[in-house]
């Protein structure tokens, strides 16, 4: 290593960083986060800020919780856990308490979480450089730069305002704790304190994230005991966290039972299937998908390899915990993906279960090129075509994923498209001087903004479908749960569907998607017998032929002929 490079790299002490530092770090990580959620904004083709339909059923818990009237999706219905993330939805809770359309609070929110999330990334970049010898600013530059090639991940995390946003700020804090924890010669007290509160928050953020929690203290601590650290006080952060995680997610289950009656989120029975089988089977196509969809992964993967293979020569040398670091992204790495083949991924566009790794990948990628620089620094900085062709590298670097993510936003664009078109449905039928009930397949927007009984067809809100079959069957992923027996037994006396016919300028007719999650419904000669086909505005859908003898009814729902 050169004597500016050894002189860049930080002590392997791994001391806090300096003030200015820091300062570098949150202005690079605000700057990353506007650019790139800016950028994906444009790319999505600048969507509506109501985000996509699925936030709007976190929205509806939220409103619902922040008006006193429980958490519950209907007002005056059961009580049911249709929004997976307890602590988003307290959130979100809070922000209604501010304003009753506080989407822009929302965004700004996700906005902060996402920089915060970014923030950790280089961090932890920082760490790793110091250990590995390689020069700190060329592993962060090659790091800022893959993040930002990732506009996917600042789609979700940003304008979605799902709680992704949430769920990669805890992960991404946790793993960089574990790793000043573990490259620290005293680590402060206050640091058992922080990773307790990630440890707590994770499985409150996400079901599985006690797993995720469990498994990295786990293995910092066979980290810490591989180190021949005997010391009680090596152990206590892990321990302690470890405990406390366990306590939050007794309490909550118990809390489950006490107020839902069941121990885990509704969504839990509606979307995993007790057939094991084709589960796996479901997760597998999921991770190969991804694997083969999303750019650079696998040249991040084989990264992490090569450097996983030189951490090992290194192992025993004194006060180089490069060893540690390495195996501890990778095992997060590694257990992400696993873990989402377990639960058998979902159907969203550009796998959001996965994109809390899109900052974690990169690093290697930051290093490797670092280790580059050092070797070729001077025939790069001695040549001016060298530059120009390694300038043309990382535009085209950049530019690659773009092209990719612009190729295929339809797909997610549409799922904010549900969520307005399903508020604008249920703004027409609130008109109606007697609220029917309502069945519906995208059940985020539409409740959003009508009060009268809503059955999500999908179950993720309605306890007796979730309940319904516990093997779930069909082609789409998480939207299996659709159960005849359930529908006939609630016969809701509206099927609404929330396509725009208005705007894709067709004829009506049944969208594939909703015939293939109702598994082939309108198609069944007792709702043929039952249901008459109608149009309500610009959305169609079935309503009971006893509804249309309603004049009141007859003026906003018009038969289909």
């Known amino acids: 290593m050169s004597t500016a490079a050894a002189h860049e790299a930080t002590p392997l002490s791994c001391a806090p960083a300096p003030i200015g530092r820091t300062r570098r770090l949150i202005t690079d990580a605000l700057a990353i986060s506007m650019v790139g959620g800016i950028g994906a904004y444009l790319l999505l083709g600048r969507p509506p800020l109501t985000g996509i339909d699925d936030a709007n059923i976190t929205q509806v818990y939220a409103a619902n919780l922040a008006h006193g009237r429980g958490y519950v999706y209907t007002p005056g219905g059961g009580r049911v856990e249709g929004s997976t993330s307890l602590l988003w939805t307290l ?15 929302v965004a700004v929110v996700c906005t902060a979480l996402t920089a915060a999330a970014v923030m950790c990334a280089l961090s932890l970049a920082d760490i790793f450089s110091a250990h590995a010898g390689v020069s700190r600013e060329v592993t962060h530059h090659v790091t800022v730069l893959a993040i930002l090639a990732s506009p996917s991940f600042f789609a979700w995390s940003v304008w979605t305002l799902m709680d992704l946003a949430l769920w990669v700020t805890v992960l991404q804090f946790l793993v960089l704790q574990l790793a000043l924890q573990l490259t620290e010669d005293s680590p402060p007290r206050s640091r058992t304190w922080l990773i307790t509160l990630c440890a707590v928050a994770a499985p409150l953020t996400r079901p599985e994230g006690i797993a995720v929690a469990l498994g990295l203290l786990a293995l910092s601590a066979c ?136 900052l974690l990948l990169p690093i290697a990628l930051g290093l490797g090129c670092a280790y580059v620089w050092e070797q070729a620094g001077p025939f790069i900085r001695e040549r001016h075509g060298t530059r120009l062709a390694l300038c043309a590298g990382a535009v085209l670097y950049l530019l690659t994923p773009v092209a990719t993510f612009t190729a295929s936003a339809s797909g997610l664009r549409e799922e904010f498209d549900f969520a307005v078109n399903g508020r604008r449905l249920g703004q027409l039928l609130r008109r109606l001087p007697v609220l029917p009930s309502v069945g519906v397949v995208a059940a985020g927007g539409f409740a959003r903004e009508y009060p009268g009984r809503t059955y999500d067809l999908m179950g993720l809100n309605w306890v007796a479908m979730a ?80 509804l249309l003898h309603q004049p009141a009814a007859r003026a906003i729902l018009m038969p289909i002929r």
Request: hydrophobic residues 45%; proline residues 5%; aromatic residues 14%.
């Open 223 to 358: 980290l810490t005991f591989l180190r021949k650290e005997t010391a009680c006080r090596s152990y206590r952060p892990y321990v302690t966290a470890a405990a406390m995680s366990v306590a939050a997610v007794c309490f909550l289950t118990l809390g489950r039972l006490a107020y839902f009656g069941q121990p885990v989120p509704n969504t839990f029975y509606a979307k995993i299937s007790s057939g094991l089988r084709q589960q796996l089977l479901h997760g597998i196509q999921y991770l190969l998908q991804y694997l083969a969809a999303s750019p650079y992964v696998a040249l991040y993967l084989l990264c992490w390899l090569a450097l996983t293979t030189i951490a090992r020569s290194r192992r025993r040398v004194p006060d180089d915990h490069t060893w540690e670091l390495t195996i501890l992204a990778v095992a997060t790495i590694a257990g992400m993906l696993m873990l989402y083949v377990v639960l058998g991924g979902d159907h969203f566009d550009f796998y959001r279960f996965y994109q809390p790794l899109s």
């Open 91 to 105: 959130i979100n809770a809070v922000i209604f308490l501010i304003s009753e359309r506080p989407e822009w609070l």
């Open 467 to 546: 309940h319904a079959d516990p093997t779930k069957t069909g082609s789409v992923r998480s939207h299996a749960g659709f159960s005849f027996r359930v529908f006939w037994e609630a016969r809701p006396d509206l099927v609404a569907f929330s396509g725009d016919r208005c705007a894709e300028a067709r004829p009506w007719q049944l969208d594939p998607f909703d015939m293939t999650v109702l598994k082939g419904l309108p198609n069944d000669a007792q709702f043929r017998q039952e249901y008459q086909a109608v149009s309500a505005g610009c959305y169609y859908g079935f309503a009971r032929k006893e």
